[in-house]
């Protein structure tokens, strides 16, 4: 069992196959050029299932699969399968902008994947092209669709961005409403890549532009990232505040990028690298580094208001 110094289990990897992005979002990465990163410098599928299979004995029981945008990487259903058959168990879950998702929901459904985020910042099409810097609101619906036909218990992730897309936040709702499934409103998190001038909108005002035509309640917190409140009929929704300690207190979670760091915490700067130890074949010096990050990861972020991260999110999975 991993454990930190906070007595938090960490039992949750989020796992970075690329940085490579097909989007470019305005709260993440849009003014950053296409360009691909050199093989070589990227763990294979392999290389990551040697350090993952570690982190799985060690007491990993999630594993969240991430970019950039993780369905740009070829062959990905061959790595859940490879994850899927090692321990059948496993919570294996990918975060996904949906755009690519029709063609590959079922092979991924087939290997073994359960669950799928899906990013959903408008049902505008004018705005949603203006977000992601591209016209993709009809294949990200069609993603959404197969995904549900498929039968992956799906959540749609909205980042709220005042004066984009905070008029659309009743309109989101009924959306995921209709379709059964639950909707994530997400504070946008400030970064010196976005795109300048962009607004957080606070959960607060959230929760008054849904109470203003729906009765909610929260729910008991669960070990999660977002806080969830159900509507009168039944249906879910959630609230992720990325800069409020309570965040921190539940965060059972480390990252892993494409290149080999192992991050403890989204907001810090610190990493550490496994992909020597891994090629080296060298799993106990891997296992070292795990505990070490466990060992190291902090009570709670770095945000401050006057403080914008230079995290890369793109290479972290958010």
Known sequence: MLVDPFNRVIDYIRVSVTSRCNFRC???????????????????YEEMFEFLRLAIDEGIKKIRLTGGEPLVRKDLDKFVKMLHDYKPELDLALTTNGYYLKKYAKKLRDAGLKRVNISLDSLKKDVAKKIAQRDCL????????????V?????????????????????????????????????FMENE??????????????LEKIGSRYSFKELPKKNEASKNFVLDDGSVFGIIEPHNEEFCKSCNRIRLTAEG??????????SY??????????????????????????EKNDWQEEKISDRAFWETGG
Do not use: H
């Open 261 to 270: 760091y192992l991050i403890p915490c989204l907001f810090f700067t610190e």
């Open 151 to 187: 039968g992956f218990r799906v959540k749609l992730n909205t980042v709220v961005m005042r004066g984009i897309n905070d008029n659309e936040i009743l309109d989101l709702l009924e959306f995921a409403k209709n379709k059964g499934v639950q909707i994530r409103f997400i504070e």
């Open 193 to 206: 890549r976005a795109y300048p001038g962009i607004k957080r909108v606070d959960s607060k005002e959230v």
């Open 138 to 149: 009809d294949n990200v619906l069609e993603g959404i669709d197969e995904a549900i036909k």
């Open 273 to 298: 690298n496994i992909k020597e130890a891994i090629r080296e074949g060298n799993i106990q010096k891997a296992a070292e580094i795990l505990r070490d990050v466990v060992k190291n990861k902090p």
């Open 26 to 44: 305005l709260y993440c990465m849009p003014n950053t050029p296409f360009e691909w990163e050199p093989k070589e410098n990227v763990l294979s």
